[in-house]
């Protein structure tokens, strides 16, 4: 049973205790992402880095040491709508754990020589990135996405905003987002509720109670983006990206299941027609990601440089038969029960149940309750699903990148 409550200063918790686990993950999430960097990009992945260098008692090396003498973890990621932080351990351990992540969320130094040295892991990490091109190509296809809007900010910075954000940009930008309006706690497994409750209290109820400045969001109205980016590399790789749906739009489970029978697996329509039967790509997939006010749905394929065309052209004609001719009804059925068997598996983790109760708190304030979802589900027809395929079947709309060996005319492939 999922329950809810707020500590003293206005910090949200919300709680489901599985009484069978021997184990609970608790995760601290800050609605503070790239959507907020108007100023500073890359301040919230920094920050999240800065957590885990030092506080006023432990040491960068004591914080994940103390962790693993528990027999725990210790994590944190920042996405563009939120960074969340988080601690796995073991029932009889948890309390102690979540000292931890108290101190670093309260305590942190912040000392400007460890500043220093994690401005550069950064840099190095966006090298590491930029390195390979399945990760390079989905920030390239993700920006491209959502040009002039809030969402086209890379969560990591570029290489000129890090290097200018100083120790006072940090500071500062904590006080403005890491509040407790802004702050939800999420807690999963096993663990006694009351002293839970007191425990938190006691770690996160300091945070300043004021209120946060509401967020603002801008569409994007560049239309489709081409870019082509050369590298001496053995693949061409291939993204098709357009936007998709919001977490509450009405279609959004019918998008997960257009995109589950287009390119979501080894049985996917994709997968079969471009790799099986006419072998132009070892991999080929299609992904659609909701956010609060937008969403975004990516077809990816990685082919050699001389089948792009030949493979694109497969890809194409999946698409608009989906589109013209709809999906099996045996096909909906396979896809619905995949869909259902993931759910139900994610949902025997604590750390998956943690994650999901956690941001449906920080970003849409309520619980999507599991029972919600598979209703949704079980009552999307064909009809949803062909309708959907005709809604995302013209590709001269898509934007698209490509990372490869020669150059490539997209306007001419596309349209």
């Not at 999963?188 to 509401?214: I, Q, Y």
């Amino acid at each position: 049973m999922i329950k809810q409550y707020k500590l003293s200063n206005g910090v949200v918790v919300v709680t489901e205790n599985l009484p069978h686990n021997a184990s609970a993950t608790v995760g601290i999430f800050v609605r503070a992402g790239s959507v907020d960097e108007a100023r500073h990009g890359g301040i919230s992945h920094f920050i999240e880095h800065m957590l885990f260098k030092g506080t006023k008692t432990r040491g960068y090396r004591q914080i994940p040491g103390d962790i693993e003498k528990l027999g725990g973890s210790i994590n944190a990621f920042t996405g563009r709508e939120a960074t969340c932080y988080y601690v796995k351990s073991l029932s009889s351990n948890l309390f102690a754990s979540i000292d931890v992540l108290s101190d670093i969320m309260t305590n942190s130094l912040f000392d400007q020589a460890e500043i220093d040295k994690e401005r550069q892991v950064i840099i190095e990490e966006m090298k590491m990135v930029e390195d390979v091109p399945d990760d390079w190509g989905s920030d390239l296809i993700t920006e491209s996405i959502f040009r002039g809007s809030e969402l086209e900010r890379r969560v990591i910075g570029t290489r000129d905003s890090v290097s200018a954000i100083t120790r006072d940009d940090m500071l500062g930008y904590m006080a403005e987002r890491y509040t407790a309006d802004s702050i939800v706690i999420s807690c999963s497994g096993m663990f006694d509720e009351e002293a839970l409750r007191e425990k938190l209290e006691a770690g996160f109820g300091a945070f300043a109670s004021v209120v946060t400045a509401p967020r603002s969001y801008t569409p994007g109205s560049a239309g489709p983006q081409r870019e082509c980016t050369i590298r001496e590399i053995e693949q061409t790789h291939l993204f098709l990206g357009t936007n998709g749906l919001k977490f509450l739009d009405d279609d959004v489970y019918a998008l997960n299941l257009y995109s589950a029978i287009l390119g979501g697996g080894m049985s996917s329509r994709l997968f079969t027609a471009v790799r099986e039967e006419k072998g132009l790509a070892y991999s080929v997939y299609s992904a659609d990601a909701p956010y609060v006010e937008d969403g975004q749905f990516v077809i990816y394929a990685g082919v050699a440089h001389d089948k792009l065309t030949a493979a694109l052209g497969a890809m194409k004609d999946v698409i608009v038969k989906l589109a013209e001719d709809g999906v099996h009804e045996e096909e909906l059925s396979r896809v619905k029960e995949q869909y259902k068997g993931g759910f139900v598996f994610r949902g025997e983790s604590n750390s998956s149940r943690m994650f999901t109760i956690g941001r449906n708190m920080i970003l849409l304030d309520r619980i999507i309750t599991d029972e919600e979802i598979l209703a949704k589900i079980d009552s999307i027809t064909g009809e949803d699903v062909r309708r959907i395929a005709a809604r995302f079947a013209d590709l001269s709309k898509y934007s698209a990148v490509v990372i490869g060996g020669q150059p490539v005319d997209l306007d001419r492939l596309l349209g």
